[in-house]
C-alpha cells in the first residue's frame, strides 16, 4: 500500500545519500549514471535555479499516488508567440534509459545554444516542453527491490482486488483498446476501464490540447529496440505525412549511425514491432501535431530494460543527434530555415512556377 510506504520514507530518518542531494550541486551531477526520482526531482529544481532566465518547471497534473508531474520549459524569452516541441521520457517505469536521456536533452541544449546559433534559433522561436519522468510512481516502484524493477506500469489499483498498474501508452484516446492491449488488469499491456482513466495520460492529454496548435513536434522516448516508431499502432491507418514522417525518420537514424555506428530501423508499430493502440504519440498526431515519433532507444535485445550504466552515455549522444535532426527539420519547415522567406514572396514565388493548389 502507497500510503504507508510514502509515510515510512517521509518521516523515515534522513540516508546519506539524502544529506548530499541538498548540497549536491550540478557540476557534480553524474549525467552517465541511473537517478532515483528524488535526485532527479533536485535535479530539476536546480536546473531552474541556475537558469532562470531560459527555463521554468511547470506542473501539469497529479499521479495516482499524488506526486506532482513536472517539466522543464525551455526556450528564450521573446514578445512573440512561439512554437513548441514535447519530449516525455520514462511513461513506462523499467525503461530507466528514459529519464537519463531526457535529462541529458535538457543539459545539451542548454550548453549549445550560447556558442550554437542554429540552438539558439530554434530556443528563441520554439519552447522545448520536457518532462525527465511521466510515470513518477511507476518509476519509484522500479526503483524498490529487485522484484520490482521490470515494473511497467503506473500503480493504479485495478478493478478487482489484487491486481495494480495500467499501461499508460494503451490508456490514450487513440483508436483505444481496439489492439495490442490487454483487458486483464494483471497484463502488462492493460488498457484501463476506459480512454484516459489515468490521472498521467490526463495530465498530458489535458495540458497539451489546450495549446495543442503550438506544437510542432511531439517526441515520446522508451527502451529498448532501437527504433523510431511512426503512426499509427492499428494496422488500418495510415499517417496522412507518413511519407515525410518517414523520410525525417530515415535522417534521425543515419544521424544516430554517425555517432556509434548502431543501427535504428524506422517504421511504424505494426510494420516494424508490433500492432498497438492507445499510445501517446498515436493521439498527439490525431490532435494535429505533425512530427509524431517513439524512439525505442537501445538495446537491441540482449540486456533489454537492463542496460548497463556504461551504456548511457552513447545511448545518449546518438539519441540526442536523432532528435535534433527531427527537431531541426521540423523548425526549418516552419520558419523557413536560414533563407528568411515571408509568406508573400512564397505565395509568388509559387505563383511565378503556376503552382495553384497548395496543400498546409
Ligand atoms: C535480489 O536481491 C537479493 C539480495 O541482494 C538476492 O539474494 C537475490 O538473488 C536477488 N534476486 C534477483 C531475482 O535478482
Ligand atoms: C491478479 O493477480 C493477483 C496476484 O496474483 C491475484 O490475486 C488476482 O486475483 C489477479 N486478478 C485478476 C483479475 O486476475
Ligand atoms: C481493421 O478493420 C477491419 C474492417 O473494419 C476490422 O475487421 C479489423 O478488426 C480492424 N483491425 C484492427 C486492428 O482494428
Ligand atoms: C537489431 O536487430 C534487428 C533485427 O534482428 C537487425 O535488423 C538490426 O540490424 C540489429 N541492430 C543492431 C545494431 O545490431
Ligand atoms: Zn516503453
Not at 527555463?55 to 499524488?66: A, F, L, P
Not at 530515415?250 to 556509434?260: N, P, T
Not at 525505442?296 to 540482449?302: A, M, V
Not at 526549418?332 to 498546409?360: C, E, H, P, Q, Y
Amino acid at each position: 500500500n502507497f500510503k504507508t510506504e510514502k509515510k515510512l520514507s517521509l518521516s523515515g530518518p534522513k540516508t546519506i545519500s539524502n544529506r548530499n542531494l541538498a548540497t549536491l550541486s550540478l557540476a557534480e551531477y553524474d549525467y552517465f549514471k541511473y537517478h532515483p526520482m528524488e535526485e532527479i526531482s533536485n535535479w530539476m529544481t536546480q536546473m531552474e535555479k541556475d537558469h532562470p532566465d531560459v527555463m521554468t518547471i511547470v506542473d501539469y497534473g497529479k499521479t495516482y499516488e499524488k506526486r506532482t508531474i513536472k517539466l522543464l520549459k525551455i526556450g528564450l524569452k521573446t514578445d512573440t508567440k512561439k512554437k513548441a516541441v514535447w519530449m516525455d521520457c520514462g511513461i513506462h517505469a523499467r525503461e530507466w534509459i528514459a529519464p537519463a536521456f531526457c535529462q541529458y536533452f535538457v543539459k545539451q541544449i542548454l550548453q549549445t545554444y550560447k556558442t550554437d546559433t542554429k540552438m539558439e534559433e530554434m530556443m528563441r522561436n520554439m519552447d522545448f516542453y520536457v518532462t525527465p519522468v511521466l510515470n513518477i510512481d511507476g518509476y519509484v516502484y522500479s526503483w524498490k527491490d529487485n522484484t520490482t524493477r521490470l515494473w511497467r506500469k503506473n500503480r493504479s489499483p485495478g478493478p478487482s482486488s489484487g491486481c495494480y498498474g495500467v499501461d499508460l501508452n494503451r490508456n490514450f484516446d487513440s483508436n483505444w483498446g481496439t489492439v495490442g492491449v490487454s483487458f486483464d488488469c494483471n497484463a502488462t499491456t492493460y488498457c484501463g476501464t476506459q480512454p484516459i482513466s489515468e490521472p498521467e495520460a490526463q495530465a498530458v492529454t489535458y495540458f497539451l490540447g489546450t495549446r495543442i496548435d503550438d506544437f510542432l513536434c511531439f517526441l515520446t522516448i522508451h527502451s529498448y529496440g532501437q527504433l523510431l516508431l511512426v503512426p499509427f499502432g492499428n494496422p488500418n491507418f495510415t499517417a496522412s505525412n507518413y511519407d515525410e514522417l518517414m523520410e525525417v525518420g530515415q535522417g534521425a537514424a543515419e544521424a544516430i549511425r554517425k555517432v556509434h555506428g548502431q543501427i535504428y530501423r524506422v517504421g511504424s508499430s505494426p510494420d516494424i514491432l508490433y500492432p498497438n493502440s492507445g499510445s501517446s504519440r498515436d493521439w498527439a498526431r490525431i490532435q494535429g501535431i505533425p512530427m509524431t515519433y517513439t524512439f525505442e532507444l537501445r538495446d537491441n535485445g540482449t540486456l533489454g530494460f537492463l542496460l548497463p550504466e556504461d551504456q548511457i552515455q552513447p545511448t545518449c549522444e546518438e539519441a540526442y543527434s536523432g532528435a535534433l535532426h527531427i527537431i531541426t527539420y521540423t523548425h526549418d519547415k516552419t520558419f523557413n530555415g536560414a533563407i528568411a522567406v515571408t509568406g508573400a514572396t512564397l505565395w509568388s514565388m509559387l505563383l511565378a512556377v503556376g503552382v495553384t493548389r497548395v496543400t498546409m
